[in-house]
């Protein structure tokens, strides 16, 4: 779960990826997802995290990029019986290599599509994606809820472990026992974590007050985004590469496996 | 034996040692140095990366964190990560069920801790109205209800004033007479200078120094390194060689006593 995190927090970098303009990167991310959903190919989808791949390569993130893949691997495998266990059961399917190819790449796609904001995430600081979604008219009030979510994910995190730590060595034992009781186990676990959580947001909102959040209507801003030499040429090769795969898709009949 | 967190911060280093029964041991250190981590290991929740750790004549990695709690108690630095009860009395309860213990036994004990660290009147009051220094008794209260031999404080006197500091001592000099084995992490070191406890110098993840804190806590050279200010006592006596006086760590009564013999003489 931590590794899985770990891949969706900014890694700072100078690469020519950590330096484009985060709207240019949500757009690239934008696209790369479109298309993965317009395939259910297993080779184009494997295309798609190539090249994800290559963009966590000249990130410098390929490490925690990996990770955060390997980890949903837990979750994509429960997709993928998902997916298969309602096209048999519910849909009536008979069972078939076919159906079994279908479901798995239904999961496979999840995989394109998680690397890409993986990356979108571990280059783009939560600031400049706050930048960002003002530059796309996204109320500030909204922008900084989003933005102090993402900070805070990794505090929780820690907070989460510092009370396992104390619950466990109070004998809790929290894989022990049928179900129903292990969900009662993580109540001494649950408690602390809203506790702490309340808590933080009441400290939050006065730290925003004495700081006069919200004294203007009109914000102004220290930073301010402007596209560059560097981020057209990512647009105009992300932008065409684009339009190839969708020309292909639906005027190009080719059989893939 | 060494620990490597998952992210490849290596947090223990080459560290060895030998902790015998009834010692008072303080671990010290900046922040970071590894305190924490290496307390952590006492009763399994990490496991070192290299090396082994032994307790009571058993290979942590070989026993649960569950079966390990019932002989080493950690009481963490921030009490409130642990409360969730809707009472003080339920509060202190819930390890001795864990560990399974039959009712009567429960009673006694929750009584009995929370008499000893006075909140035998707050038993029926939920954890989350007392005060810092009373949330700090019962986090304490809770470990000493199940009377684990070894009892581990992480840095027990953080937010504490004086008064709660003074009490914190005598507590730990009776858990002491007791028999128990006290752990305990601090950079604190008034605090630790009139514990007088065997200390462990700690810095980057290694064992700097081991000793006395008579021996420790004069050592200048040592504690610089270590990024500490001696006790003001050691920094005053340090300052009295003109007289014929040496750093040493004593009592403010005894070392007024020295320097009345000398201006006497």
């Known amino acids: ?257 | 034996m060494e620990h490597v967190y998952p992210n490849g911060v290596k947090a223990l280093d080459g560290v060895s040692l030998r902790i015998g029964e009834g010692e008072v041991v303080a671990v010290m250190g900046e922040n970071g140095a590894g305190k924490t981590t290496l307390l952590k290991h006492l009763n399994g929740l990490l496991k070192p990366t290299r090396g082994r750790v032994i307790v009571d004549g058993k290979d942590t990695r070989e026993a649960t964190v569950a079966e390990l709690s019932r002989k080493v108690g950690i009481v963490f630095q921030n009490a409130e990560d642990m409360f969730f009860s809707g009472s003080v009395w339920e509060e202190t309860e819930f390890a001795l069920r864990n560990f399974g213990f039959s009712e009567d036994v429960i009673s006694k004990r929750v009584e009995w801790a929370l008499r000893f660290m006075e909140l035998w009147d707050y038993r029926s009051k939920s954890p989350f109205m007392l005060s810092g220094g009373e949330k700090k008794r019962l986090a304490l209260a809770v470990i000493l209800a199940w009377s684990p031999e070894i009892i581990v404080l992480d840095e027990p006197t953080i937010g504490q004033d004086q008064l709660q500091k003074e009490k914190m001592i005598e507590v730990i000099r009776l858990l002491n007479t007791q028999g128990k084995t006290v752990i305990l992490s601090s950079h604190d070191i008034e605090f630790v200078a009139e514990l007088r406890p065997r200390i462990i110098l700690m810095s980057g993840g290694r064992i700097v120094g081991d000793g006395r804190a008579e021996d420790i806590l004069t050592n200048m050279s040592l504690l610089e390194s270590c990024r500490l200010i001696p006790p003001q006592i050691v920094q005053l006596t340090s300052r009295l060689g003109f007289m014929g006086i040496r750093a040493k760590l004593a009592s403010p009564e005894d070392v007024a006593k020295e320097i009345a013999e000398r201006i006497r003489v």
Not at chain 1, 4 to 20: D, E, V, W, Y
Not at chain 1, 22 to 44: D, G, H
Not at chain 1, 105 to 119: E, G, N, Q, T, W
């Open chain 1, 1 to 257: 779960m931590s590794a899985l995190l770990q891949g969706l927090q900014f890694h700072p970098g100078k690469t020519i990826i950590h330096r484009l303009d985060p709207r240019v990167k949500l757009v690239i991310s934008i696209l790369l997802l479109a298309t993965t959903l317009m395939y259910l190919e297993v080779t184009v989808i494997t295309l798609v995290i190539v090249v994800e791949a290559l963009i966590a390569y000249a990130a410098r993130v390929v490490g925690r990029w990996a990770r955060t893949v390997y980890g949903a691997a837990p979750l994509i495998a429960l997709v993928f019986l998902m997916n298969y266990t309602a096209n048999v059961f519910m849909m009536g399917e008979a069972f078939s290599v076919e159906g079994l190819y279908r479901a798995f790449a239904a999961a496979y796609r999840l995989v394109a599509l998680l690397a890409a904001f993986s990356i979108f995430f571990l280059t783009t600081t939560p600031e400049e994606l706050g930048m960002a979604l003002t530059k796309l008219k996204v109320p500030y009030i909204y922008t900084f809820a989003f933005i102090s979510a993402i900070r805070f994910a990794p505090v929780l995190a820690q907070e989460l472990q510092s009370i396992l730590d104390a619950q466990r060595s109070r004998g809790l034992e929290l894989d022990k026992g049928g179900p129903l009781t292990r969900a009662r186990r993580y109540i001494p676990v649950l408690v602390p974590l809203l506790v702490s959580v309340l808590r933080r947001s009441y400290e939050l909102a006065e730290a925003m007050e004495v700081k006069c959040f919200g004294a203007k209507k009109e914000r102004t801003y220290l930073k301010t985004l402007r596209l560059g030499r560097r981020d057209y040429a990512a647009l105009s090769l992300a932008i065409p590469l684009f339009t190839l795969a969708a020309y292909i898709r639906v005027m190009v009949p080719i059989e893939l496996p």
